[in-house]
């Protein structure tokens, strides 16, 4: 089964841009979302398509998709961005849709 | 408006069974394909299930096969998620989840959650 890897936690500075890694093999073949999970609350979903922002997704995130690695770009990281960050991927060869283990990002 | 809103959770015995609902409103259940996706305490997001918009294929993820069941009823806005032979690794929050319009394989609206204990 398709397996999605992602970092346990980044860090970085208010205003400072954090970068948010998930390989997986060939991952450019495939669509990736992007979802947001703060405490207590459901995951948002913040970038579809790759590269898509939902309506009300402020422009500040943003995404890329290229060989083994697709990665969530959040500039100007602002508290409230401290939340899990999940990678998504609809797996074709099976039938499943498989998630990332989820990054941690932490505004320090 | 879009909103999803689950019921039915609680605590259930291991090898219980227990029926999720997830109240629909804003759109109609047949234009659009649903899921059920769980999080164990602590733990990352696991796809659980899929209900195609025509109600007419399902998937399941292979640690629920053969003892989850996922349906709807479009008449009352609900979709289900009836769940045999629970087990410790079945606890956990339930989500209900909207896809995006046409065939899109992703997640645009969720609802709050469930919370399903399994006892021993």
């Known amino acids: 089964s398709y397996v999605l890897t992602q970092s346990p936690s980044v860090s970085v500075a208010p205003g400072q841009t954090a970068r948010i890694p998930c390989g997986g093999d060939?991952?450019?073949?495939?669509?990736v979302q992007w979802y947001q999970q703060k405490p207590g609350q459901a995951p948002v979903l913040v970038i579809y398509y790759d590269s898509d922002r939902p309506s009300g997704i402020p422009e500040r995130f943003s995404a890329s998709n290229s060989g083994h690695t697709a990665t969530l770009t959040i500039g100007r990281v602002e508290a409230g961005d401290e939340a899990d960050y999940y990678c998504?991927?609809?797996?074709?060869?099976?039938?499943?849709?498989?998630f990332g283990g989820g990054t941690k990002l932490t505004v320090l | 408006q879009v909103q999803l809103v689950e019921s039915g959770g609680g605590v259930v015995e291991r090898g219980g069974s227990l029926r999720l609902s997830c109240t629909v409103s804003?759109?109609?259940?047949?234009?659009?394909?649903m899921h059920w996706v769980r999080q164990a305490p602590g733990k990352g997001l696991e796809w659980v299930a899929f209900l195609r918009y025509d109600g007419r294929d399902e998937l399941y993820a292979d640690s629920v096969k053969g003892r989850f069941t996922i349906s709807r009823d479009e008449s009352n806005s609900e979709l289900f998620l009836q769940m045999n032979s629970l087990t410790r690794d079945d606890t956990g929050v339930y989500y209900c989840a909207r896809e995006g319009r046409g065939y899109s394989n992703f997640f645009e609206y969720w609802g709050q959650g469930a919370l399903v204990t399994v006892s021993s």
């Open positions: 998504h991927v609809w797996d074709n060869s099976n039938d499943h849709h498989v």
């Open positions: 804003g759109f109609i259940l047949r234009n659009f394909g």
């Open positions: 060939n991952i450019a073949t495939k669509t």
